[in-house]
C-alpha cells in the first residue's frame, strides 16, 4: 500500500511562487507515475500534472502550463510541484496522486491519493 503526505501549501500574494511537496512511503516510488490534481470549492476535481516514474514526459492540465512544474526525486521518494506566477483562480486544495500506469487526466485513473494541501492565492 502507497500512503502519499503532502505538504508547502499556505497563503500566498498574486503573482508568488509556492513549492508543494509529497512524500511517498510504503512503496518504493519508481513503482509509480507521480501527479497532481486540485479541487476548488464548488468545482470538480481538475488535473494538474502527472510525471512518469523515470521523471520524463510531464504533461500538464492547459491552465497551468507555463507556470507550474512538476518534479520528484526519486532517491528521496519524494515528488513536487513548484508554482510559479499564482494566480486567485488557482486556490485550491491540492492533492497528490500516484499510479502504476496512469499518465491521463482522468480522476478516476489513480490509485492512490494524499489528503491534500490548502493552497490559497490572495492580495
Known amino acids: 500500500q502507497v500512503q502519499l503526505v503532502e505538504s508547502g501549501g499556505g497563503l500566498v500574494q498574486p503573482g508568488g511562487s509556492l513549492r508543494l511537496s509529497c512524500a511517498v512511503s510504503?512503496?518504493?516510488?519508481?513503482?509509480?507515475?507521480m501527479g497532481w490534481f486540485r479541487q476548488a470549492p464548488g468545482k470538480e476535481r481538475e488535473f494538474v500534472a502527472v510525471?512518469?516514474?523515470?521523471?520524463?514526459?510531464?504533461i500538464y492540465g492547459e491552465p497551468v502550463k507555463g507556470r507550474f512544474t512538476i518534479s520528484r526525486d526519486n532517491a528521496k521518494n519524494m515528488a513536487y510541484l513548484q508554482m510559479s506566477s499564482l494566480k486567485p483562480e488557482d486556490t485550491a486544495l491540492y492533492y497528490c496522486?500516484?499510479?502504476?500506469?496512469?499518465?491521463?487526466?482522468?480522476?478516476?485513473?489513480?490509485?492512490?491519493w494524499g489528503q491534500g494541501t490548502q493552497v490559497t492565492v490572495s492580495s
Open positions: 510504503g512503496r518504493n516510488i519508481t513503482n509509480y507515475n
Open positions: 496522486v500516484a499510479d502504476v500506469w496512469a499518465m491521463g487526466p482522468g480522476v478516476h485513473e489513480y490509485d492512490y
Open positions: 510525471v512518469r516514474w523515470s521523471g520524463g514526459n510531464p
